[in-house]
Every structure is written in structure tokens, then in C-alpha cells.
């Protein structure tokens, strides 16, 4: 078996790197017959009684989507 790599064990100095992001949310493509797509939902977002602004968020979606770049 092989060994576990973090990126610190790695060194990227003159390597090129390619960003393959892509966004994830509801124009994601997903299996046809997947019984929902995506879902965000907002649980808290504002300032709290402590005057502290505080946002936190809840997304579900099915596990065969998107362009399984990161398989």
C-alpha cells in the first residue's frame, strides 16, 4: 500500500497548479432519477444577542452529482 500525503509533503515550487473548482449548488447536474437535487437552507444569519455576527448553513444533497472531478 501506498502512503497517505498531505500537501505539506509535498513541495509545489514551479509546478503548475490547475484549479478544477466548480461551483455546488442547484445547477448542479445530478443522476436523473436522484429523489432531490440541492438543498441549502439558512439555520442562522445576522448578529447575535452578543452582537457577534454569526451565519451557519445546512446543505443535503445526493452523492452521485457534479462532474465527479474529485472522485
Given amino acids: ?4 500525503t498531505t500537501g505539506q509533503d509535498t513541495d509545489w515550487t514551479g509546478r ?7 461551483p455546488f449548488d442547484e445547477q448542479t447536474v ?4 436522484a429523489p432531490f ?4 437552507d439558512t439555520l442562522s444569519y445576522g448578529e447575535t444577542e452578543g452582537g457577534w455576527f454569526y451565519s451557519a448553513y445546512r446543505f443535503r444533497s445526493p452523492e452521485h452529482g457534479g ?5
Fill in 67 to 71: 462532474t465527479h472531478l474529485d472522485a
Fill in 30 to 33: 445530478y443522476w436523473p432519477t
Fill in 16 to 22: 503548475p497548479v490547475v484549479d478544477l473548482t466548480h
Fill in 1 to 4: 500500500g501506498g502512503r497517505a
Fill in 37 to 40: 437535487h440541492f438543498e441549502l
